[in-house]
């Protein structure tokens, strides 16, 4: 480990140092974050589609009940 007093020693020189630091950390995070948000609204957009699916066909079979119980209904 005989390096890492020069690299302490490069850090306490270099100003810039810790803000590149911060800056790519938040760059990580916010990439993640990114990666999530795409996940999840291609879930909702996903779950969307399943529910207007599940509210026709219930539509469909509700008004298929209502003619097979009345068949006077379409008079």
Excluded: N, T
């Amino acid at each position: 480990m005989s390096h890492v007093p020069f690299i302490r020693f490069f850090r306490a020189r270099d100003p810039d140092y810790e803000a590149r630091r911060l800056k790519r950390r938040f760059a990580a995070i916010w990439h993640e974050y990114e990666r999530a948000m795409r996940r999840r609204r291609g879930m909702s957009q996903g779950g969307f589609v399943v529910a207007v699916a599940l509210i026709a066909f219930g539509s469909f079979v509700a008004c298929a009940g209502l003619l097979l119980a009345f068949p006077g209904l379409l008079r």
